[in-house]
């Protein structure tokens, strides 16, 4: 079931079905008949309904071909017709009426048209056509669905962004919004002291990457690392899993208790993207004597890239003017993040008390970016220990998905180790220029669509089991596309930063539209059969 | 670097097989066609050769060789494999390149739609440069005779010396 919902095995399944129609396609020499005597000619073609052509191949090597009015007439013994007559080198002797002696022919030669010869393969390259201008069209009508944002990282290079370890500064559109930004990589055994990372630009952006470093941690079995919203880290002993979780469609404990990639999600309000909705997660069994954090993995829906995609469109022509803007005046940056980015909000975290009867707030998670999922902690300041907690997050409709929730005992608070590339390749060789444009603080390193740099980085202690966590410095630059020029729509750009709430009230059916289509077939493309392990990968 | 040597590659070769005779007709002329079929010859021991498919008898095959302009002869016992064309094939490498670049439109799931294009448009080029073709698979020697520009064998007056 899973494997046919694979999009690979579903192309080759379609290209197979495309592939099976063409090479059906076969035609047998049976188009061509040969006849030794008039009398088999005429038996043959007596019963049809369109004489064929008929070539009479002569006994001294002429050849005559006529046209479908021939006749044979069996008394005088000729075949007549209007036709041409070529001599054995095949050069045109004579044109017009011709009558041959039926003595002098050697063979005579029919031949059936050959028709709609090219059926099956025009059929297939018009499928194909069809589904490619299809797509092609939801891509650049939807651009925000079909292409990515921010540089990539992965361990393994052959991977694609469905497996994206990590993705960096995804906020970053323009130089003065440059920021560092921290994610999570899960934990590595590191058998050698070196270790790959891949940095990948699989969009239509230009990446002007400042740093790219590892944090790590050296761990224990049993124990992880995890990192909060401001940066703190954690150590912690083995998270536990949640006993029950509910949300507005019902149970979804099954969603949020494995770390499976089999995410909890949620369509958007139709008459407001910022409508809130609320999950209840419950915790038993809660032994520990130590302080306790919620992990949560999660990651964004498409709807903060379509934002920012819509804004870039409603420049237009004037995107170039705008940004100058923006390079000299913080306020709008502000606005941003002051306006829709609050509006928004965070996945808010909050703890029951019992004693009160009230949930009482503890923080948000907040990590923009659709591709690579982030595991984050909050520290919960529940003030009685208590061996059941009850959990409520409230969340923006349609705007996350949530792979994995768990309680952490947390161990101490500690600070990961920072390491700095030894060396970068670029498609195999040493790149020394990018090397130098990430250690020094005033380069960077600039990378255009399709690049690929492979950063190798030096561990202390060999044999090692580390928590790592990538810190990546820089910021993107959108490329304009022509079909965003005719977005162009100030009044609009001015009411997303300035009234967002109205923004989110009025873009509703339009990001619905979006939405059902483009959002749904995105994940769908998710390839679900990869899993991983707390502590391998 | 390898991955990248593919597509040239294959256009290249595809590119190749896209000469076909002048002779040799369209689907459409098939029956007004005053010339044999269009043939190759993979010989056991000989050298191999191609050309216009003259005539054939019980024991040896006639083809008027392309590269020489002159009548060869190979016994039927001797040819490893033939191959013959009797119709000008239609052309699709062109879809290749422009099929794969359309993909660059799809963003991220150019990913999946470019091997599918590979697969289909390649698919379709290399059926249709083999249509209209047989091998000693399809047919006999004697329903050969059928596609030989004489099917009723070399005629007597005709010295293959002077065959053009």
Known sequence: ?537 | MKTKLILPIVLLLFMGSCITPDYLPSTSTIDINEHGSYIKLTNKTKPNFNGELIAIDTTLLIVLNEETGKCDTAFISEIEYFKLRYAKPKHYAWTIPVFSLLTITHGFYALYSMPVNLIVTISVTVSGEKAFQYSEDDMTYEKLKMFARFPQGIPPNVNLDTLK
């Open chain 1, 1 to 537: 079931m899973n494997t046919m919902k694979n999009p690979t095995i579903q192309g080759l399944l379609l290209a197979i079905i495309i592939f099976g129609a063409i090479a059906c396609n076969t035609y047998f020499h049976s188009f061509r008949s040969n006849y030794d005597n008039a009398n088999s000619l005429i038996h043959e073609t007596k019963n049809l309904q369109t004489k064929p052509f008929l070539k009479a191949h002569l006994k001294n090597g002429d050849v005559c071909i006529l046209q479908d009015t021939w006749v044979i007439d069996t008394a005088v013994n000729t075949v007549s017709g209007t036709g041409s007559q070529f001599d054995f080198n095949r050069r045109l002797v004579y044109q017009g009426a011709l009558t041959i002696q039926i003595d002098s022919v050697a063979i005579f030669e029919t031949n059936t048209k050959l028709q709609n010869t090219e059926a099956e393969r025009i059929r297939a390259l018009s499928i194909l056509a069809g589904l490619d201008l299809g797509l092609g069209l939801v891509c650049i009508s939807n651009p925000k669905a079909c292409f990515g944002s921010c540089p990539t990282f992965y361990f393994d290079e052959r991977d694609n962004f469905h497996y994206a370890d990590a993705e960096g500064f995804s906020n970053a559109i323009s130089p003065s919004m440059e920021y560092f930004d921290i994610d999570a990589l899960n934990t590595k055994t590191i058998t050698g002291n070196t270790l790959d990372l891949t940095m990948k630009n699989e969009a239509l952006e230009t990446h002007c990457v400042k740093s790219v470093n590892l944090l790590s941690y050296p761990i224990q079995d049993g124990e992880r690392v995890f990192q909060s919203p401001n940066n703190t880290f954690y150590l912690c002993e083995k998270p536990l899993e949640l006993v029950k979780a509910h949300g507005p469609e019902g149970n979804i404990t099954e969603l949020l208790q494995k770390e499976d990639r089999l995410e909890r999600f949620s369509l958007s309000d139709e008459h407001n993207l910022s409508s809130k909705e609320e999950l209840i997660l419950d915790f038993d069994n809660l032994n520990s004597s130590k302080d306790l954090g919620l992990v949560l993995n999660f990651r964004q829906s498409l709807m903060t890239t379509y934002f920012i995609y819509s804004a870039i469109g409603y420049m237009g022509d004037q995107v170039g003017d705008i940004f100058a803007k923006l390079e000299t005046d913080k306020s709008a940056i502000k606005k941003l993040n002051g306006g829709l980015k609050k509006e928004l909000g965070n996945v808010d975290i909050y703890v029951w008390n019992e004693s009160t009867k009230s949930w009482v707030y503890q923080d948000g998670f907040y990590e923009t970016g659709p591709i690579a999922i982030n595991r984050q902690i909050i520290p919960l300041q529940a003030k009685e220990k208590s061996q059941k907690l009850k959990v409520k997050l409230v969340l923006n409709k349609g705007l996350w998905r949530l792979d994995y929730a768990a309680i952490a005992p947390i161990k101490k608070e500690v600070e990961p180790l920072e390491i700095q590339p030894i060396q970068i390749l670029n498609k195999g060789k040493k790149d020394h220029k990018a090397l130098t444009a990430v250690l020094d603080t005033a380069k960077h390193l600039i990378s255009m669509p399709g690049d690929e740099y492979n950063f190798q980085f030096r561990f202390p202690h060999a044999n090692t089991r580390y928590e790592l966590f990538l810190y990546s410095k820089g910021y993107y630059i959108e490329w304009m596309r022509e079909s965003w020029l005719q977005d162009k729509n100030l009044l609009k750009l001015r009411q997303l930063l300035e009234n967002p709430k109205k923004y989110l009230r009025v873009e509703a059916a339009n990001y619905k539209r979006y939405e059902t289509t483009m959002e749904q077939q995105f994940w769908n493309s998710k390839v679900d059969t990869k899993s991983f392990s707390y502590y391998e990968n």
